[in-house]
């Protein structure tokens, strides 16, 4: 079966409250930035490098002690296709965003409203394991 990896990160930002950045991908659905691991590049670098391609954000703070790993199968050319991505979590003081032309959209949300936004189950499961590791504000 073919096989992809991608990485990806989940970023917030803090203010008033901690707000989580969604993008909204042509396909109709909202999730992480994230995208394929190219050759000679670790996960972080590939993560790092997505965003700034996705959302022209560049100055993510990793959190060291957050690294998650989702598996899943999709259909590309009718064939199915494994996919692993490994996500970190980084906090930006980026407030406006510069999305590529893979996405229509994005938005700032805190948890709850980031929570119901998002698409899949696996995207809400990293975006509670996220806002654990950070500690809740409330």
């Known amino acids: 079966m ?4 991608s990485s990806g990160m989940i970023v917030y930002r803090e203010g008033a409250q901690r707000l989580f ?3 909204h ?3 109709g659905h909202w999730d992480f930035p994230k995208g394929h691991i190219e050759k000679g590049e670790d996960e972080k670098t590939a993560a790092k490098r997505e965003l700034g391609e ?4 560049t100055d993510p703070e990793l959190v ?5 790993r989702i598996e899943y199968y999709y259909m590309r050319d009718r064939k199915r296709m494994h996919k692993e991505v490994v996500f970190f979590l980084a906090r930006t003081k980026t407030e406006k965003v510069r999305l590529s032309d893979e996405h229509i ?3 700032w949300l805190p948890y709850k409203k980031a ?3 998002l698409t899949f189950k696996n995207a809400k499961e990293l975006l509670e ?4 590791a950070l500690g809740s504000r409330a």
């Open 64 to 68: 060291s002690r957050f690294k998650e």
């Open 115 to 117: 929570l119901e936004r």
């Open 105 to 107: 959209g994005y938005v």
């Open 21 to 23: 950045l969604l993008l």
């Open 54 to 57: 996705e959302t022209g954000i």
């Open 25 to 27: 991908y042509e396909e």
């Open 129 to 132: 394991k996220a806002e654990k």
């Open 2 to 5: 073919p096989e992809e990896r």
